[in-house]
Structures are given as structure tokens and as C-alpha cells.
């Protein structure tokens, strides 16, 4: 069994950065990908960020020049940083780890963007 721990959600002002980290409890290098994923409020999951396990990154639209996924093998964790927060990216953000069978889910972190 696979468990994926978020941490790092919280609230912040429109403008400000904020960082969100996901421990996975086995080698993340066994991944062919980790990611976050969002839902905001009425809106279905989409994808924000995706890591492959050659280091190769895809971000949405949305989110391009502001947000950037790193992973870390050592430490079995993929971190979002997020910059220049807009009042849109209000969510619940999910950490993902795909493997050749099985996606995997964190339980989800909120983050709120509010003034």
C-alpha cells in the first residue's frame, strides 16, 4: 500500500507564494510520474504539475511561470512552489504518483488565496 502525505496548504494573500510537499512511504524513483492535481469549489480535478522520473516537467496553462514541481529521490518527496498566487488557484491541491498499474492519491491539502 502505497501512502502519499501532503503538508503546506493553508491561506495566503493574492500575490504571495506558498509551498506544498509530498512524502511518498516507498521510492519515489519507482514512479514513471508524480504530479498535484487541483479542485476548486464546482470545478472537476485538473492536472497543475507533473514530474517524470527522468526529471522531465509539464505544468497547465494556468499555472506556467508561477508554479514549479521539484522532486527530491533521497527524500521520497515532490514539492509544488508556488509564486504569484491568484485568487483562482483557491483549491484542494493532490499529490499523484503513477506507476505502470496503479495511480496513487494523497488525501489532499486546501489552499485558500484570499485577502
Known amino acids: 500500500q502505497v501512502r502519499l502525505v501532503e503538508s503546506g496548504g493553508g491561506l495566503v494573500q493574492p500575490g504571495g507564494s506558498m509551498r506544498l510537499s509530498c512524502v511518498a512511504s516507498?521510492?519515489?524513483?519507482?514512479?514513471?510520474?508524480m504530479g498535484w492535481h487541483r479542485r476548486a469549489p464546482g470545478k472537476e480535478r485538473e492536472l497543475v504539475a507533473v514530474?517524470?522520473?527522468?526529471?522531465?516537467?509539464n505544468y497547465a496553462d494556468s499555472v506556467k511561470g508561477r508554479f514549479t514541481i521539484s522532486r527530491d529521490n533521497a527524500k521520497n518527496t515532490v514539492t509544488l512552489q508556488m509564486n504569484s498566487l491568484k485568487l483562482e488557484d483557491t483549491a484542494v491541491y493532490y499529490c499523484?504518483?503513477?506507476?505502470?498499474?496503479?495511480?496513487?492519491w494523497g488525501q489532499g491539502t486546501q489552499v485558500t488565496v484570499s485577502s
Open positions: 499523484s504518483a503513477a506507476d505502470a498499474w496503479t495511480n496513487y
Open positions: 516507498r521510492n519515489i524513483f519507482s514512479f514513471n510520474t
Open positions: 514530474v517524470t522520473r527522468g526529471g522531465n516537467t
